[in-house]
């Protein structure tokens, strides 16, 4: 089977490739978001594309690899960084263990198209495959700032389950296990974990078990981080003590999305703009004043990626946008945000970008970004952010940034390492 795998590079299929991206990674999206992630974007142009395909008599794509060349700015020294970042690495199921991945990464068409480059680069999560043969490599890492806000606890606790469900491990025999007696009931309904777990929930009494939105964050962020079944069980037992899990509930639990807090607005005014519909979002704000709003407030990192006018305006025309967000003092631009839906028929809202002045101004945008993600239906709102938006939001600590560790630039490799990072949603895909 080795002998009729080959790796080629240039233009390929969207159609085959995209069966690949599903297999591997279930409904990934549609081809207008394919277009908009590999064919539209300004950090791959077509002079920077870099493509490391598997074929099977060029029939079936089973391997893939995507690159591009990102600039970094560092605000204090005039030159610009640049790094070769490596995207999607995916091998199609029936294809793993085969040594696909590395035959990509060894490639002559993948090794013969890389450019001059300070980095390389990848986000990719602490369980995936991509991670572990980096840190074999010496690459380092760093964990991006997570956060989720749940709008629908019933609803997130479904997806989490029947992703445990689908992974087998101590965790998923531990939940199957406690909740064979018991229902969880959380702000905004009842779930039979063990049902869905793939028991049968119908038979004898169950105890119905009061789950506190604090609770679900603080459970979610501790499976987030990869906890084992014996931390786990003191975890849920603190929350008991604390009262946040509980037999019978003495309090009465509002579902998260409900909550809302005064701002002082300091003059301040909000406006939020539905792009749902429109063929082109970007005519729906001066693109310029926008690029001095970014000029002005990344000057507050140590690092962030470009934010170009063209980088603006590809930012805009993401293809599940809903709404943009801008706040104005004195008529002068002070704050930004753009969000989107995850993908198709999925309930999840992500915050692709954020930029603001002060944090009054970020405190404004993040309310309104809650109230789009009630309004329009959604189960939970995702959101990558240097300053915490509140206890309300759970750190998902899942994302890691990773470089090759050149140590060449010892204080360039400190700040990839401890300094501050404009990283946003639209930055990881």
């Not at 019933?154 to 909740?179: A, L, M, N, Q, T």
């Not at 169950?206 to 604090?214: E, F, G, W």
């Given at each position: 089977m080795e002998e009729e795998i080959t790796v080629k590079s240039g233009d390929i299929d969207d159609h085959k490739l995209m069966e690949l991206i599903n297999a591997v990674w279930g409904s990934w999206g549609g081809l207008n978001f394919l277009e908009w992630v590999y064919h539209e974007n300004p950090v791959t142009k077509e002079e920077d594309n870099f493509f490391a395909i598997t074929e099977e008599n060029g029939e079936k794509i089973v391997g893939f690899r995507r690159g591009g060349i990102k600039k970094i700015i560092d605000i204090r020294d005039p030159k610009t960084i640049t790094a070769l970042e490596y995207k999607h690495g995916s091998v199609h199921p029936d294809y793993q263990g085969m040594g696909i991945y590395s035959k990509i990464s060894k490639s002559k068409p993948w090794l013969s198209k890389k450019k001059e480059h300070d980095f390389k680069l990848s986000f990719v999560r602490k369980t995936n495959i991509p991670f572990k043969m980096h840190q074999k490599e010496g690459w380092a890492?760093?964990?991006?700032?997570?956060?989720?806000?749940?709008?629908?606890?019933?609803?997130?606790?479904?997806?989490?389950?029947?992703?445990?469900?689908?992974?087998?491990?101590?965790?998923?025999?531990?939940?199957?296990?406690?909740?064979?007696?018991?229902?969880?009931?959380?702000?905004?309904?009842?779930?039979?974990?063990?049902?869905?777990?793939?028991?049968?929930?119908?038979?004898?009494?169950?105890?119905?078990?009061?789950?506190?939105?604090?609770?679900?964050?603080?459970?979610?962020?501790?499976?987030?981080?990869?906890?084992?079944v014996k931390e786990l069980s003191k975890e849920l037992s603190k929350l008991t003590f604390k009262g946040e899990i509980n037999f019978i509930s003495r309090k009465k639990l509002e579902p998260s999305g409900k909550k809302s807090s005064t701002i002082d607005k300091g003059g301040r005014t909000v406006v939020t703009i539905d792009i749902s519909e429109k063929e082109n979002p970007a005519d729906s704000v001066d693109v310029e004043e926008l690029g001095e709003l970014y000029s002005c407030c990344l000057k507050k990192y140590d690092l962030s990626f470009r934010r170009d006018l063209e980088d603006i305006i590809h930012l805009l025309n993401y293809p599940y946008n809903t709404d943009i967000i801008m706040v104005r003092k004195d008529q002068k631009l002070v704050g930004f945000s753009c969000v989107g839906y995850a993908k198709e028929g999925k309930k999840e809202l992500w915050v692709l970008d954020l930029v603001y002045d002060d944090e009054k101004t970020f405190d404004m945008i993040i309310e309104e970004i809650k109230k789009i993600g009630v309004s329009r239906g959604m189960n939970s709102i995702r959101l990558y952010s240097e300053k915490n938006p509140g206890e309300e939001w759970a750190h998902v600590p899942i994302t890691t940034m990773m470089w090759d560790d050149r140590n060449e630039d010892k204080e360039l490799e400190r700040k990839f390492k401890e300094g501050t990072w404009k990283i946003s949603q639209y930055d990881v895909f």
């Open positions: 890492f760093r964990v991006l700032p997570l956060y989720l806000y749940i709008i629908s606890p019933k609803k997130v606790v479904e997806e989490y389950i029947r992703f445990f469900k689908e992974k087998e491990g101590p965790i998923s025999s531990f939940i199957r296990v406690i909740s064979k007696r018991m229902d969880l009931v959380l702000s905004d309904g009842t779930v039979d974990i063990y049902k869905m777990m793939g028991g049968d929930g119908s038979d004898g009494f169950k105890v119905p078990i009061h789950v506190s939105d604090k609770a679900l964050n603080e459970i979610i962020e501790y499976l987030a981080e990869g906890g084992d």
